[in-house]
Structure formats: structure tokens, C-alpha cells
């Protein structure tokens, strides 16, 4: 790898340091071809991406960035997985971690904040963006049904008790 090579390597790590919601850095020393090829795979799914680079270039390219503290997890081989979602990498490869011993994960780092093992842990059991929207959905429409069905019911009642009381007539 040349020069401008390495150079545009360093750039693009640094892009993925910046603008992702969510970094995780995993050791995946004996992982098979197949292996790293699902774990990209599910990544992918979850609109995330998985980025094997040169320790030294990941350290390069951290320099000056609030997550910094990311250069100390990279040593031996290691697997960048990244998303814009703040939980979708973290999910994906603990899930993958919890299905295959060989992947392990070291932290990350969610925006400026340093992640250990229980931090990418405890992000990957949050719930993701689009869940808590719609749990947020939910909580604001539900006073609306409930009232709904509260100025309803008057009428429900009224119009059983009326036909109650028709067939009563009918029969007699």
C-alpha cells in the first residue's frame, strides 16, 4: 500500500470516527471467510457496515477526535462494525458475539463517549431509534382512544338497552 493509499485510508476512517452514531472494535482472530461474510452481511441488514483496517492507520486517523481513547482497544486483529443508528452495530455484533466465541468484543464509542464491553452490552440492549419513536406514538395516542372510546360509550350503551328493550316489546 503506497502513500496516497494509506492516505485515503486514514481520511475514510476518520469520516466513519465522525459521523457515526456508534462504533464498535472487536478482536476476530480466527474467523473464517464465511464467518466475517455473515457478520457483514447482518450488518448490512441493519444499515450498519463492518471495516477491517491497519491498527496504526485507525490510530492515525483518531488523532485529534473526541474518541480518541478508541486507539488503546486497537491492537492485534481488529474489526471496526459502525452505524448512523446509535444501536444497530452494537446489536448486531453482540448478537454475532453471543453465536460465535471467536469475535470479541473490546468497546467503542458512542459519539464522544468511550464505550468498555458492558457499555457496547448495555447499547445493544436499547431499544433502536425507530422503537422508541413508535413508543412515543403510542403514548401520545392513547389518551386520544381512550376518550374516544369514553364519549362512545354513552351512545353503545344507550342504543343496547334500546334494543333490549324491543325485543322485550317484540316477545311480549
Known sequence: MDRAQKEKVVEELGQIFESSGVVVVAHYAGLTVAEMQDLRARMREAGGSVRVAKNKLAKIA???KPNESLGDLLTGMTVLAYSEDPTAAARVVDKYAKDNQKLVILGGAMGDTALDQAGVKAVADMPSREELIASIVAQIGAPASNIAGA?????SNIASILSTIEERAEAA
Not at 151 to 155: F, K, L, N, Q
Request: charged share 0%; aromatic share 0%; net charge neutral.
Open 62 to 64: 483518531l488523532q485529534g
Open 151 to 155: 364519549v362512545g360509550a354513552p351512545a
